[in-house]
């Protein structure tokens, strides 16, 4: 039901504000052909902490343009853009060889406060983890982390938000993290990967057997 509102909601956009690549603005697709392939030569793969890693440079204008659109223009199909981009980058399977993932991983996302969720309508990182999981062939699971409604974070000081994070998010009351588990984390963007770290150490606790953290653009130039 929700998928077929977006699509009649897509239907009137596409029909009033056509589409243009986000990069280089000509008509036709929300990133054309010429900056797709640009974009993902682009790839990064890079480290943020233990098993916590960046796909692309968020001050790349073609990922911080999709991204900005996913969490704040209601532009869904930003995800699966993104996705198309990491496609040419690289297959599901050299992606799932380079996180080392062993088993079959679950997908989650990070999860947004149900405050949150309520008043954006959605969660950009789930958007992009299902689009993600489809890609990868491989399961998702949105009720085992959960987050509480708290203050915002942005702008406070890495400490600060690091404190906040652990207390943010938890493991819903009917789901059991079995011993064997393997799970992929999977957030938007990210700068100190905090959230990611967080997320992952919880689910550790809780008895997984691995969890790696992948974001969709790290903004590796900036600290906070
Ligand atoms: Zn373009």
């Known amino acids: 039901m929700v998928e077929m509102i977006l699509q009649v909601e897509q239907f009137f956009l596409d029909l ?13 697709a929300w990133l054309c052909v010429d900056c797709s392939k640009k974009q993902s030569e682009r790839f990064l793969f890079e480290p943020i902490g233990s098993e916590v890693y960046g796909l692309f440079a968020h001050e790349d204008s073609a990922a911080r343009e ?13 995800a ?28 989650v996302p990070v999860p947004v406060s149900y ?5 954006r309508g959605y969660n950009q990182a789930e958007l992009l983890a299902r689009v993600f999981a ?20 942005v702008g406070q000081g890495r400490r600060l938000r690091q404190r906040a994070a652990q207390t943010a998010f938890y493991i819903g009351d009917d789901y059991v993290v079995e011993k064997n588990s393997e799970y992929i984390l ?7 990967g905090s959230t990611l770290k967080t997320c992952r150490k919880i689910l550790l606790d809780a008895g997984a057997a691995r969890v790696v953290g992948v ?10």
């Open 215 to 224: 974001a969709f653009a790290y903004k590796h130039r900036f600290g906070g």
């Open 80 to 107: 699966e853009v993104l996705m198309d981009v990491l496609h040419l980058a690289c297959s599901a399977e050299d992606l799932l060889r380079a996180l080392q993932c062993s088993k079959d991983p679950v997908v």
């Open 16 to 28: 009033f504000f056509p589409r243009r690549c986000v990069v280089c603005r000509n008509s036709g």
């Open 134 to 153: 489809r890609w990868a062939g491989l399961p998702m699971n949105t009720q085992i982390l959960h987050r509480r409604a708290g203050k915002t974070l």
């Open 186 to 192: 999977i957030d938007d963007v990210v700068t100190t």
């Open 66 to 78: 999709l991204l900005y659109g996913l969490k704040y223009g209601g532009l869904y199909e930003s």
């Open 115 to 119: 405050s949150r969720l309520k008043s």
